[in-house]
Nanobody, 117 residues
Framework: QVQVVESGGGLVQPGGSLRLSCAAS????????MGWYRQAPGKQRELVAT???????NYADSVKGRFTISRDNAKKMVYLQMNSLKPEDTAVYYC???????????WGQGTQVTVSS
């Protein structure tokens, strides 16, 4: 069974940084697009960033220039480096892995990020 596990969330002050990690197992990792999504209280889940198997990246306008997504195929890991964090970045962050060219995808359980002074 595919497992997707996020880590690295926590409480950080505005302007601070956090690095989220996501480990995926039991998949052919380099065939998957990896993505980070977030859901704030009372809001719908939204795209934060994605990175394809060809290392093409895409970011939500709200995080461009502040967040960086990366992947390590050898370790089957995807990362989200978050800098210059704002209170509005507070949300549960979810990792998604999607088999390129298909609708097959899997979600992690989420990790809480809270930006507050």
């Amino acid at each position: 069974q595919v497992q997707v596990v996020e880590s690295g969330g926590g409480l950080v002050q505005p302007g601070g940084s956090l690095r989220l990690s996501c480990a995926a197992s039991r998949i052919i990792f380099n065939l998957y697009t990896m993505g980070w999504y977030r859901q704030a209280p009372g809001k719908q889940r939204e795209l934060v960033a994605t990175i394809t198997s060809a290392y093409n990246t895409n970011y939500a306008d709200s995080v461009k220039g502040r967040f960086t997504i990366s992947r390590d195929n050898a370790k089957k890991m995807v990362y989200l480096q978050m800098n210059s964090l704002k209170p509005e970045d507070t949300a549960v962050y979810y990792c998604n892995v999607r088999w390129d060219g298909t609708s097959t995808n899997y979600w992690g359980q989420g990790t809480q990020v809270t930006v507050s002074s």
